[in-house]
């Protein structure tokens, strides 16, 4: 059964920093792609970075550029790790924060839909203070 759970969130307060961490089991076959999401209150699912998990092209959100950082470990098949550094945060960086695995093949992936990944996580609430 595959299983992706996120940690790491909390409270932080602004301009500080915060190690989101996302691991995905249970997968018997490879992951194409990896990413993160974040949802505010009152606000639609939006994309915050994601990558090609065998290396290559990461792409990240405009309004998290230079401030946020994803990259992933991996242990063969059996359990693979995705994390978010998130640095210099904001207010409106509030949100629950959920990691995604994409395990189709895309020839064209433009790594920031939300089709493109097949396995979700429950969430994770950072909350950053003024």
């Known amino acids: 059964q595959v299983q992706v759970v996120e940690s790491g969130g909390g409270l932080v307060q602004a301009g500080g920093s915060l190690r989101l961490a996302c691991t995905a089991s249970?997968?018997?076959?490879?992951?194409?792609?990896a990413g993160w999401f974040r949802q505010a209150p009152g606000k639609e699912r939006e994309f915050v970075a994601g990558?090609?998990?065998?290396?290559?092209?990461?792409?990240?959100?405009d309004s998290v550029k230079g401030r946020f950082t994803i990259s992933r470990d991996h242990d063969g098949y059996a359990e693979n790790t995705i994390y978010l550094q998130m640095d210099s945060v904001k207010p409106e960086d509030t949100a629950v924060y959920y990691c995604?695995?994409?395990?189709?093949?895309?020839?064209?992936?433009?790594?920031?839909?939300?089709?493109?990944?097949?396995?979700w996580g429950q969430g994770t609430q950072v909350t950053v203070s003024s």
């Open positions: 995604a695995a994409g395990t189709t093949w895309y020839a064209t992936r433009h790594y920031t839909r939300e089709y493109e990944y097949d396995y």
């Open positions: 249970g997968l018997t076959f490879g992951i194409y792609a």
């Open positions: 990558l090609r998990w065998s290396g290559g092209p990461i792409v990240y959100a």
